[in-house]
């Protein structure tokens, strides 16, 4: 079975094609084009800039990677008529299709197109839905719709088929930070999230704070790494917020006010300090990481997970790494499933492997987006 995957839930353009094979899943070839160089300004994502760029982006990537997979032929087909109809709302993305397919066509068959529905900022939800609408009529395919956090756990297809079960995932991403029970190939339960900002959002607010880059994670990380704890300069003591609440939830805004309050306190040569800032940055790591690590340690106790699964954008961090090997010493009879940055972060490969254990085929009717759509659904990996 090939499917053509779709991602663009937030602010990267994903197209794969995959490939499942006796049982064997992997990718023939993927595209995700950032939009970091535009969010840069404002730090962070806002929907409208991310459809419009989304808009762009798409016909670019699938160009890409349906030629370097040699599924792309030149010369046109007919185009269905409902195209139009269908892309009436992304105008721009509407004037590429007609261009790209005036010009080429796809000259291998594709079983299926799989789009990423929710959860996700709805207008950017919405130019990958209407788009594998049109992909769908346009190779008379059905459409398998994926839940973008389901998509976040099932990477771990394209290394193993089958793990142990329960397993726990922790998704920790700029838009999410959340543990999920995963009992069965069917059964997903949301058992922690956050009750404000997420992970990633928190490194990007507090680097905003400190006049690092964004994304923050990144900027935030390289700065910390600069700190060596033997010479601490300041006493800065930030909170752990939620950390000992007996659930499995997570909150960071205290923490992003904590560092401003913080930041606010210092004289101006203090906190335009390289040293502090430094400090600080390594200090905001400590508390996220540990705050993610004390979280996934006791869902792990207390569900009894054989199998822990890590996926976002948040997990290429090296702080959280290292937290996560040692905690590997802790429970060495745990299977760990950490995604390589190519998998970690949003793409449409995650996306193919999600489609690839799900039974589920839409018409191009009968698919829309859900900004808030919850894990759930129907799975099975039998084939
Ligand atoms: O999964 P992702 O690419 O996109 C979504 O948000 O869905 O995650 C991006 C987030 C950003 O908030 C970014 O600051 C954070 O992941 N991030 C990191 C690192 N690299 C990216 N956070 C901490 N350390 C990193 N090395
Ligand atoms: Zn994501």
């Known amino acids: 079975m090939i499917i053509l995957s779709i991602e663009t839930s937030c602010d990267d353009t994903g197209i794969s094609l995959v490939e499942k094979r006796k049982g064997v899943l ?10 970091d160089e ?3 300004k404002w730090g962070g994502v806002y929907p409208s800039d991310a459809k419009r760029e989304h808009q762009k982006n798409i016909i670019p990537s699938l160009r890409k990677t349906l030629q370097s997979a040699g599924f792309l032929s030149k010369g046109s087909v007919p185009m269905p008529k409902q195209i139009p109809e269908i892309l009436s709302r992304e105008t721009i993305l509407l004037r590429e299709v007609k261009k790209f397919f005036a010009k080429y066509h796809v000259s291998k068959k594709i079983d299926a197109v799989a789009v990423t529905i929710g959860p996700g900022l709805e207008p950017c939800l919405w ?13 008379n395919t059905p459409i398998i719709p994926v839940n973008h956090i389901k998509a976040h756990i099932l990477f771990f297809l ?9 397993a726990i995932a922790l998704i920790a991403s ?10 069965s190939f069917s059964s997903y339960k949301l058992i922690g999230k956050t009750r404000d900002d997420a992970a990633g959002e928190c490194f990007d607010k507090t680097a905003r704070v400190l ?7 990144p900027a935030i990380s390289s700065r910390a790494g600069r700190f060596n704890p033997q010479k601490s300069k300041f006493e800065i003591k930030l909170p752990r917020p939620m950390k000992h609440a007996k659930n499995y939830d997570f909150s960071f805004s205290g923490l992003k006010t904590a560092v401003l309050y913080d930041f606010l306190s210092r004289n ?21 990481t540990d705050i993610l690590v004390f979280k996934l340690k006791k869902a792990t106790e207390e569900k009894g997970a054989k199998t822990l699964i890590l996926g976002g954008g ?13 905690m590997k010493k802790d429970f060495p009879e745990i299977d760990f499933f950490v995604p390589s940055a190519g998998h970690a972060t949003d793409n449409a490969e995650i996306i193919g492997a999600a489609a690839s254990v799900d039974k589920t085929r839409k018409k191009h009717h009968e698919v829309r987006a859900n900004a808030n759509l919850k894990i759930y659904g129907s799975i099975n990996t039998d084939d």
């Not at 992997?26 to 939009?35: F, G, P, Y």
């Not at 006049?211 to 994670?217: H, R």
């Open 268 to 288: 101006k040569k203090t906190k335009n300090s390289a040293e502090y800032i430094s400090q600080m940055a390594y200090e905001v790591e400590e508390a996220v």
């Open 38 to 40: 535009i969010h840069k």
């Open 26 to 35: 992997k990718a023939l070839a993927s595209t995700v084009s950032s939009q």
């Open 174 to 183: 700029g838009g999410h930070t959340e543990l999920v029970l995963m009992k």
């Open 158 to 166: 394209f290394e193993k088929k089958k793990i142990d079960l329960p």
């Open 127 to 139: 130019v990958g839905v209407n788009f594998a609408r049109a992909l769908s009529l346009y190779l």
């Open 211 to 217: 006049g690092l880059g964004y994304p923050g994670g």
């Open 314 to 326: 948040v997990t290429a961090n090296k702080t959280l790494q290292e937290k996560i090997r040692r």
